[in-house]
């Protein structure tokens, strides 16, 4: 999944309940008796005590699927920003929307890991607005053509459709939405091999969130951008049709230069695949708050905003 609009853009407590019923052994007695005396004898019952059931797990579990070449999917991703900043009692608002869909398809895996795989960005757009202007849309390059990405000895390699090597600005482009190529997904590596009941927490899951989302947000063109994400919860509710339903929280904290720091309490839904263990769907929404410097604090700035995320994915 890819996190890097948040950046501009499952322990589990359960219960297994188990009765294991022991049958007591049958006792037959059979008595006979002939004139004034008679003899009883008790022959115990041949019959042997049921073998008792295996305890039950209940509630939902994930079945972990490994990527295998040939798997295609489409990811639709999209951004909404709205940032409100006041300053001497003028104040003006801004506007900012980010939409991706790429279709891709697994050429090359190993194990857990792609390898290899063919993208097409089918779209690939962004439009801005700025105190009540008329939008400006931006196309990115990448948006209407195709590369082959592979990952070997830790390095990216990218290539045109024609197989010959992308445009340097195309390819650091791909390479930052596809970092993690030739590493095993850390969401599905996070997902319990223990059944979900209802409300339970997933600490494992939420752990490998943060840490996914904080390097899908690095910029390598701004090293020294800080973006952090903590105080991730994962809450088991439930199925939706074929897949697994969490409520998520999270807080994004960045610092964003001229208004300070800011931070974004997010709150939304994932959805996962019982089937398979891939993403199905999610979205993350939140009011962005600032902790302005003393100097905009002084100016009497104020600022205040919005930050909505959503993404699904489709597979054939």
Sequence with gaps: MHASSLARTRSLGFFIVAALLVAPLLVACDKKGEGASATASATPSAS???SAEPPKETGTKLTKKSPAAGAKRTQDESSTTNIKISLGGKSMAMHEEESKKAEEEILEASGDTVTKLKV?????????SEGGKPAKE???PLAGKTYTVSAKDGKLTVLNDKDKPAPKAEADLVAKQYHDLGKPDEIMAAIPTRAL???DDVPE???AFEKKMASEAKDPKNPKEKVAFEGAKFTFKGKEGDSA????????????GFLGKMTVPLKGKMLIRVADAWPAAMTLAGPIGFELTEKDKKAGTEASGDLKLQLGWSYK
């Design 48 to 50: 042997a005590a049921p």
């Design 120 to 128: 097409t960005f089918v779209d690939d757009k962004k439009s801005s």
């Design 138 to 140: 931006r196309k990115s």
């Design 197 to 199: 009941k209802e409300g």
């Design 205 to 207: 899951l939420a752990g």
């Design 245 to 256: 339903a969490f409520d998520v929280v999270v807080t994004m904290k960045a610092d964003v």
